[in-house]
């Protein structure tokens, strides 16, 4: 299969606002592509990278070779290039990755590379989200859509679901199972403005945990072989020789364990999240890594143990084979109530220890893998800076023809403003129509052929999670998960959060 055809796909779904019509060019597609190509094609097709990164920034990406006019590059030749990209290393590596890209780019009608570009920049947003995508590989594949979502919580890899089906059907989809060293995507949590809030939508009893602001881990254990995967189902086992350790030393030589590593400073409060993150990416001199950032390991759900699978089992009982199984100290602290005063009260204290917030869990629901479930919703305390519209960029997907990303910038006490990363969540239709109209008016010009610089009038609430060291920005920093909660006409430019302000907050 060619590009092209999932260039022409993605513009259709793009398009097309209704559901059932996106599911509808998906499937048309998937029923099509070749079964050594199927993987591929869904991975692009749900805006990943079958090679996850590859070490291709958007500076790459800015000066591209002038297109061809006809279309010839297949799934297979463009996805090999890109691992070639990626298994660039070492002195010269940035170059050859350069020149790879142009002779890929090269080779790349204008539809191929602007699907491309934006499929490498993370901003393929088409609406071909993972449920839509689910519906389409049902379709195509004659399979009930609850086979598809079956498979997926126990191979945690939707294009490898979506390939299996579309070559065995049901019976392909039936084959999957819960495997010791073969990641499933984790279980994920809504979210709610309070722990009251939270209890009353679970309706009863419910646990409420520690969230630590640290990188998620699963951990498979089979007899003395010990496997550690992100949150993303890299495999990270050489990079954290602690949670071996540990866990080799737990009575059950089977089991499959979700946790959270985090480094800890001598008084037991938590490290800033880049100190935690920067130890479990290094993989160079990990000892030395150790050495200088310990690393802790605690663990609030059991997936396996002793060879039984318990995905399907309540909350209550899974927490209870955990309990049996790791020791106590390695275990997420919790609170079982269904007081709100208590709640709230266990809430407050775990953010004065300086942990990020709470997850209020249900004690009767199954592990829902690669989900967002019903049964955890997370509460975090709220943070917010008024800060400055820079810029924004054209939507895609639903939002096109609309000006959706926002470029946020602290107002510098020296003069000017400095960016500090950018947002398009917790924007509603009518803001984005309003907004676009707005910044047309305060249009500085194009910076690029997707974005429009605007005069630094315009002060927008921000919501985020906290401030974290970055080389994209100017500023050396960026907010973490940052979103809209409204915008500020009572205030001007000038009275915006300044950047010490920020970086206050990084400290």
Known sequence: MLLIDLARTSAAVAADSARLAKIRHLAELLGRVEPDEAEIAIAYLSGDLPQRQIGVGWTSLRDLPDPRLAATATLRQVDDLLSRVKAQAGPGSQAARKALVTELFAALTAPEQTFLSRLIRGELRQGALEGVMVEAIAKAAGAPAAEVRRALTLRGWLPAVGAAALSGGVEALRAFHLEVGRPVAPMLAQSAASVAAALDKLGGPAAIEWKLDGVRIQVHRSGDAVSVFSRTLDEITGQVPEVVEAVRAFPAADLVLDGEVIALRPDGRPAPFQVTSGRVASRTDVDKARRATPLSVFFFDALRVDGVDLLDLPG?????????TVPPELVTPRLV????????????????????GVVVKSLQTPYAAGRRGAGWIKVKPRHTLDLVV?????GSGRREGWLSNLHLGARDPGGGFVMLGKTFKGLTDELLTWQTERFLELAEGPTDDWTVAVRPELVVEIAFDGVQRSSRY????ALRFARVIRYRPDKTADQADTVDTVRSLML
């Open 316 to 324: 209550e009982e899974r927490h209870a084979a955990l309990a049996r």
């Open 337 to 356: 109530t269904d007081d709100a005063t208590s709640g709230e009260a266990f809430f407050a204290e775990v953010i004065r220890e300086g942990h990020e």
């Open 474 to 477: 100017p500023g050396g920093m």
């Open 390 to 394: 820079l810029a924004a960029e054209w």
